[in-house]
C-alpha cells in the first residue's frame, strides 16, 4: 500500500524527532524529562500564524462628540461601559439579563452623577463619541444593538465615552497634588470610564475624547486635569501620553493589594490658564 505525502512527512518527522530524543538522552547525566514538542502537531502549532486583520476604518467627518445629556444616550454609554469593563463567557447561563443588570446600575449611578445629586462631585459630564448607526452596520450587530440611540430621529451608536469629574478626589483612587491650597476642588477634575469600543480601536476614538473633555474642562475654570491608568495597560499610557498628560505619581502596592487590581498611575495635564 503507497503512503500519501502528509503520512511520509510525519514518518520523517517521527524519525527525526526520535534522532532528536536520543541525543538529549545521551547528553543527559542523569533523568530527563522529555516533553512531547517533536510531533507533528507541535510543529504545525509552531508554525507562524498570519498577522490579524487592521481594524475596520470609520468617516471620522460623521464622528461627533460631545456631552450626553439625554436618559437615552446616557443608557447607551453605561451599555458600551459594561461591554469594555466586564468579560463574559458566551455560553454562561442568563448572559443577557447580567448584562443587563450591570448595565441598569451604570445607568442609575451615572444619571445620579450628572444630575449633581453624588456627594463628593461638584459637576460630572458623560461625553460620548458617536457615530451613525449606518456608518457601523456592517461591522458589529452586537455593538449596534447594545449601544444605538435615537438623537432628533437619527439613529446613532455610541462608540466611545468617558466621564469628566470635578472633585478633590475619586473614591478609592490615588488623590491628585495639583493645585495645592484653597480652591483645589473647584479646578481640579479627573477623567474616568474611559473606553472605545473594542472593534474600533485604533480609529483616534479616544483621542477625541480626551481632547473634547479637555475643552469641556476649561469653561469649567479647570486648571488640573488627572486621569488614573493601570501600570500595565500600555495603549492607554500611550494615548494619555500623546494627549500631554505626564506622571505623577503610582498607586501603592498595599493599596492595590486591598482592592484586588493593577496597580495604577497617576497621570496630570495643565490646562491653559492654570495659575503657576
Partial sequence: MSLSPIHLLHLSLTHHSTQIA???LSLSEGPCILLAAFNLQSLLLLTSAPPPPP????????????????????????????????????TAYAIHDHKRDLAQREFEALKERVAGKREGFRRVSCINATLPLSELSSFSDDLCAECKFSDN????????????????????EI??????GIGAD?????????????????????YSLVAKSKIVAQDWGITDLYV?????????KNLYMK??????????????????????????????????
Avoid at 470609520?58 to 461601559?81: I, K
Fill in 22 to 24: 536520543a541525543s538529549l
Fill in 55 to 90: 481594524p475596520p476604518q470609520v468617516d471620522t467627518s460623521l464622528l461627533n462628540v460631545a456631552e450626553a445629556f439625554s436618559e437615552d444616550q446616557l443608557w447607551a454609554a453605561s451599555c458600551l461601559r459594561v461591554r469594555s469593563f466586564y468579560n463574559f463567557t458566551p
Fill in 153 to 172: 430621529g437619527e439613529d446613532r451608536v455610541v462608540v466611545g465615552t468617558l466621564d469628566l469629574n470635578q472633585c478633590l478626589r475619586l473614591p478609592d
Fill in 175 to 180: 488623590t491628585g497634588m495639583k493645585p495645592e
Fill in 186 to 206: 473647584f479646578l481640579r477634575a479627573y477623567l474616568s470610564n474611559v473606553c472605545v469600543a473594542k472593534e474600533l480601536h485604533r480609529n483616534g476614538l479616544g
Fill in 228 to 236: 488614573h491608568v493601570a501600570i500595565d495597560n500600555e495603549p492607554a
Fill in 243 to 276: 494627549s500631554s498628560f505626564v506622571y505623577e505619581m503610582d498607586e501603592p502596592a498595599w493599596q492595590a493589594r486591598f482592592l484586588d487590581r493593577p496597580r495604577r498611575l497617576l497621570l496630570w495635564t495643565g490646562l491653559p490658564g492654570m495659575q503657576l
